[in-house]
Structure formats: structure tokens, C-alpha cells
């Protein structure tokens, strides 16, 4: 090139008093075109590398934005493509370069510099979510093969010392076992996608495109165990033993990291599970609630019939609250739908005057977990901040509200409803979900879920466990329930009223919370005195709950999404060690049983020979004691007309 002799300005490009960020000591740094060229090159590089984790349409939207969509290539040189920086020579001579060219070329350098540092990610936190599942969506077929691969190896399989790669592809790695750093991925001309080779691998990407850091699945294994053993152990817990193992300080995005992975494995998980139901024919519908306990749905042959053919018992828990991830878990076996709940909602009128929550001074806190939702929406209600105040619809009923014409003055309901009412006392506005409401067969495995909405037991909760009782099971069961007195009225005058009378179906009250009903309710509806119910006292619920209650402290503030996926994850543990110790509880109610017979049998018919009477004299007079309670407090009609002949008397007396 030739050299100008002017020197007003040198070829060189001094970048002097601009603001742009520089190292500590690196005074005023200067380049040349080549320099510059590489410099803008570098800045390139770093900007793609920014925006490898983005799916095209963003990628065409962020074009969009800096006004380079109709540019296939994003680039930051304003030179031809001809000129290579290894084609310039920095030369410390003056030479003549137009101020306007200087000034397009400094602005040009700043802005590259700046954007590829500083990109300012607009996309709100539901976006980003629903973003990575799309991506991660397309995917799992592929991973849950990859997977099945790599946990069953086969003779067929290619060793991985045969595969030839088309390129290979390192990352940071996290590994509970080896502690190692980094993990070469082969990839070959074969390979569906770079997610589903990391999975060859033993390993689980934490993004489903280019990811930087890779999870040994063993290690996801490892806490997939854990939690299903202690649903209380966190993952935050978790994050920071592998954080000591690694001797790095524990930092929230490690935490992030491991929640989105865990998440990606639980869904290989269900989705290996629904192959293998639907293999031995167990991927209907209401299988599960049909043939899941042998006891309760396997018939012997020429079995005689029972008095009732299941019995059930359900409850409300209010310990797994949630404050308020526009996700909703609904692959779940357990859960009933909010919307076939609602169809129960206007069944019962409400019979108290329920008090306004006022949550318009109430601000939702932010999550402590960077990777959880700081609100929540849940399904068929209204967001806390679209609405100041929120008032319960009086329309919606409790479980006692349709028992009698005057629900209030029966004794059960009265102290049902002044526990119902203490408890919401102490109920927070901010709660989304203020529990759920389960039901279990006899022998503690659940049948389903409902989640209780921003209310305490409403009556649409049962009902729409006993509507699902009716639908798919057979009839004569028998229903326990902390209030089943007072529900058996609520169920006839609802709906379902008719098809439960028709299906011969009864209501009791559990065996413990009985004993708190006045005596008038017990010689009716308590276990003890109802034929057919053997030595079951209906208070599974409460076992239940006493141990899903370790879920309260990691799923309170939790999105709806992944508190459902916990709680479906440990009913699902509970279920399969239920089946497993099934065998165990039958032979210890059935000792029990042989106990009872053996025992008190010949001391009960010693009694009745001391006292000479028969079972028919047992029966009269469980009757008159029924008769004798339900008219007590009740003036005899005979003391009526008594008392009023004495006030006639009376007032003659004072006429004459």
C-alpha cells in the first residue's frame, strides 16, 4: 500500500476518551485496521456464542430489534469480504483517513462492544420457562431411548470405542461419583440430536440446545432416590453437598442448574413408565383405581359376598399450602381436574357468612430460589392482583351446609364448623393452594387429589370424590369421613343424591374423630356398631398426612408446577410401599381377627349364659338405646298434656 505524506491523521485508530470498559491498568489501548478487524471479529464470536441457547424465531426477533433482519448473517464489518485482516499491515506513518470514516469506525466499535457484553434479556420469567419446555418437548422420545440405551446396555449395542465422530463436543460436567470437570461428547453423522448423545453418555444436559454444563444421571438418580425416601431433603440441600464435593463455593445457579435437569429427568421417567403400562395393558384410564390394591379389587372364587364391597376414607389437609408459573402439572394419575371439581361447586349453599380476605396490602414475596416462580396463577381463579379484595362465594358450601334443613343447631356440625372457622383465622391471603383433599382405600392406597382453592373444605371437594365412586366403582361401599354424619345429608339432597341411595352406599364417621361426635351420633354412624366394617377403624387419612406433611417445608413456596410433581412423585412412593407391606398388614389384621374370635368370643357367650339372654336381646337393645338418644332432651308427649292439665288447674283456681 502506498504512504500518504499528510500526517493530520495516522492510520492507526486511537480510541481515546470513549467509555468503554477496560481492565484496570490497560491505559489507552490503540489499534490498527488489522487490530480493529480482529477486534470485531473476537466481538462477533462472543455475540454468537450469547445467542446459541435461542431457537431461530427468537433469534429472528432479536434480528428484528437491532434492525439486521434482512441479513441472513449477522456481522459488525463494514469491509468487503475480500479483505482478510491477515491483508493489512499496520503502518505508524501518517495517512489521510476521511474524519467521517473515523468517526463511523469508532461509533461501529463501541456498539459491538457493548451489545455483546451487555445484552438485556426482556423475556419475562413465564416466557423463559415456556420457552425451554418447547425446546426440551420435541426431544424426550429421543432422550427416553438414549436413556434406555445407556441404563440396558445391550450385546447389539456399538461400543463406544467403534463410534467414529463427526466432531466432538466438551462441557462442564457434574458427577457425585468421579467429581470429574469436563466430558468429551462423541457425536457422529448418526446422532439425532447433541441432547440425545449426552444421554449415550450417562450424562443429562441442562439445556436442550448447546448446553455448557452436562448432570451425570447417576447423580439425578441418586436424589431421585433420596427424595422419594425424604421428600423433606431440598434440592438446594443437594446442590450444596455436590458444591462441597467439588470444593466451589454454592451459588444459586448451580441450584437453577440442577432443578431444570431434575425436571427433564422426571418427565424420562414418567415417560419410560407410561411405555411399560401400556405393554401389560395397564394404560387406561381408571386402571389404577380399579386394580392398583389386590385386596379391595380382586375377587375370590366362590367368595361370599361382603356386607360392603370397599370401603374408603377421605379428608382435607391443609399443611401443604403454596404461596403464590403459569405450568400445570397434569400428568398425574392422582390429581381430579379443577374444572370436574366446579361442576360441584353451586351443589351445597353456604349457610355462614363467610369474612372478606382483604389482600390488597398483601405483596407476594419473591421466591428465595432464583429458579422458582414469584407468582402464581392457578387454574379457574382469578390472580391475587387482579382482584384487591377477595370474597369467597357464600354459594359454595361446606360438607355440613346440606346435612339437615338447619344444619346449625345439630351438635357435629356446629363443632365441625368452629374447628373450620379457627383454622381460617390463621389462613394467609396469600395462599394460592390452601391444601388438598384426598381419598384412600382401606388399605392406604390413594385414590386421588384435589387441590383446595384459596378456601378451606368445600363441599364440591367430596363430591367430586364421591361423583368419581359412583362413575367407576361398584356399589355398597362404605365412605368414612371426619364429618360423615352430617355428609350423608348433603350427598342426598345434591345430585347425586338418587344414583347413592340406588347404589346402596353409606356414610360413617372414622373410628377417632367419632369418639369427639355427642353419643346420639355414635350409636349410629360410629365404626363400632356399623355391621359389616370387622375391625377397620377408617382413619387412614390421617397416617397419610402425618407423612406427607414433609413435603410443607420445600413445597410452600414452590410454582404450582413443580409442587404437584412432588407431591404426585411421594404418593407415588407411598403407593408402592403400600403394595410391598400389603402381605404384612393382611396377616396382622387377620391374627387380629383370630384374636378377637378366640378370645373374647367364649367370654362374651360366658356372659350371656350369666345373664340368660340371646343376640336377639343384644339387638333390642342396641336399639332402644338408639331410640332413647335420638328422643332425649325431647319432652315425652305424655308429660305434655300432663303439665297442661296442672296449668288449667291453675288458672281456675285463680279465676274463682
Known amino acids: 500500500m502506498g504512504r500518504a505524506k499528510a500526517s493530520s491523521v495516522s492510520r492507526k485508530v486511537r480510541m481515546r476518551n470513549l467509555d468503554v470498559p477496560r481492565k484496570k491498568g490497560s491505559g489507552n489501548k490503540q489499534y490498527g485496521l488489522k487490530g480493529l478487524q480482529q477486534e470485531r471479529e473476537r466481538t462477533e464470536a462472543r455475540y454468537q456464542r450469547s445467542i446459541q441457547g435461542l431457537s431461530n424465531e427468537s433469534r429472528q426477533v432479536l434480528a428484528e430489534i437491532q434492525g439486521t433482519a434482512t441479513s441472513d448473517t449477522a456481522t459488525f464489518n463494514t469491509f468487503t469480504a475480500n479483505d482478510h485482516p491477515d491483508a493489512w499491515e499496520d503502518d505508524n506513518d501518517g495517512f489521510n483517513v476521511p474524519d467521517e470514516s473515523l468517526e463511523f469506525a469508532a461509533r461501529d466499535f463501541v456498539d459491538s462492544r457493548f451489545h455483546a457484553q451487555y445484552c438485556t434479556d426482556g423475556r419475562t420469567w413465564h416466557q423463559r420457562i ?100 425424604k421428600p423433606s431433603f431440598g434440592i438446594e440441600a443437594f446442590t ?19 432443578s431444570n435437569a431434575f425436571d427433564v429427568y422426571l418427565t424420562l421417567q414418567r415417560i419410560i413408565d407410561k411405555r411399560v403400562a401400556k405393554e401389560l395393558g395397564r394404560d387406561t384410564e381408571n386402571w389404577r383405581v380399579l386394580n392398583g390394591c389386590p385386596p379391595c379389587s380382586y375377587v375370590l372364587e366362590d367368595e361370599p359376598p361382603l356386607r360392603f364391597s370397599r370401603m374408603f376414607a377421605m379428608d382435607g389437609n391443609n399443611s401443604l399450602k403454596r404461596v403464590g408459573d403459569l405450568r400445570t402439572f397434569e400428568d398425574s394419575h392422582f ?109 392406604g392406597l390413594i385414590l386421588w387429589i384435589v387441590d383446595m382453592f384459596r378456601s378451606s373444605e368445600l363441599a364440591k371437594y367430596p363430591l367430586a370424590i364421591v361423583a368419581k365412586l359412583l362413575e367407576i366403582l361398584p356399589p355398597e361401599f362404605l365412605l368414612g369421613y371426619d364429618i360423615g354424619c352430617v355428609f350423608q345429608g348433603t350427598i342426598d339432597r345434591s345430585s347425586l343424591g338418587k344414583l347413592f341411595e340406588e347404589r346402596q352406599c353409606q356414610c360413617c364417621v372414622n373410628a377417632f374423630h367419632g369418639y369427639s361426635h355427642n353419643f346420639q351420633c355414635q350409636v349410629q354412624n360410629h365404626p363400632n356398631i356399623i355391621e359389616g366394617m370387622g375391625i377397620e377403624d377408617l382413619e387412614t387419612l390421617k397416617c397419610i398426612f402425618s407423612s406427607s406433611n414433609q413435603l410443607a417445608s420445600v413445597t410452600r413456596y414452590m410454582s404450582k408446577h413443580r409442587q404437584r410433581v412432588f407431591i404426585d412423585l411421594f404418593f407415588s412412593q407411598w403407593d408402592a410401599d403400600k403394595y410391598e407391606n400389603l402381605g404384612n398388614m393382611l396377616y396382622n389384621n387377620y391374627s387380629q381377627a383370630l384374636k378377637i374370635i378366640n378370645i373374647d368370643g367364649p367370654e362374651l357367650k360366658h356372659a350371656k349364659e350369666q345373664l340368660k339372654v340371646n343376640d336377639q336381646d343384644l339387638k333390642n337393645w342396641r336399639m332402644e338405646q338408639k331410640e332413647y338418644f335420638a328422643n332425649l332432651g325431647k319432652e315425652p308427649e305424655e308429660h305434655v298434656h300432663k303439665i297442661a292439665y296442672v296449668e288449667r288447674l291453675q288458672e281456675l283456681r285463680a279465676a274463682e
Open 335 to 443: 390429581y381430579l381436574s379443577n374444572n370436574y371439581v366446579n361442576k360441584f361447586a353451586h351443589e351445597v349453599k353456604g349457610s355462614r357468612t363467610t369474612p372478606t380476605i382483604n389482600v390488597a396490602h398483601v405483596e407476594l414475596p419473591q421466591s428465595s430460589n432464583h429458579h422458582e416462580s414469584p407468582t402464581s396463577v392457578p387454574d379457574n381463579v382469578s390472580d391475587l392482583h387482579d382482584s384487591p379484595t377477595f370474597v369467597p362465594d357464600n354459594d359454595f358450601g361446606d360438607p355440613t351446609d346440606g346435612g339437615t334443613e338447619n344444619a346449625g343447631h345439630n351438635p357435629c356440625a356446629e363443632n365441625w364448623k368452629a374447628a373450620a372457622n379457627e383454622s381460617n383465622k390463621n389462613m394467609w391471603a396469600i395462599f394460592n393452594e390452601t391444601g388438598i383433599f384426598a381419598a384412600a382405600c382401606r388399605h
Open 130 to 229: 415456556q420457552r425451554m419446555q418447547q425446546n426440551w418437548e420435541p426431544l424426550m422420545e429421543d432422550l427416553a431411548d438414549a436413556y434406555l440405551a445407556w441404563k440396558y446396555p445391550t450385546d447389539a449395542s456399538t461400543p463406544e470405542s467403534d463410534f467414529v465422530p463427526e466432531y466432538d463436543y466438551t462441557m462442564t460436567s457434574v458427577d457425585l461419583y468421579t467429581l470429574e470437570m469436563h466430558i468429551t461428547v462423541h457425536c457422529t453423522e448418526a446422532s439425532t440430536s447433541l441432547a440425545a448423545d449426552i444421554v449415550r453418555h450417562g450424562y443429562l444436559g441442562a439445556t436442550p440446545e448447546s448446553p455448557s454444563i452436562a448432570l451425570s444421571l447417576r447423580t439425578l438418580e441418586l436424589y431421585h432416590r433420596i427424595r422419594r425416601r
Open 240 to 258: 450444596k453437598v455436590l458444591s462441597d464435593l467439588y470444593m466451589i463455593p454454592y451459588h444459586w445457579q448451580y441450584c437453577d442448574t440442577l
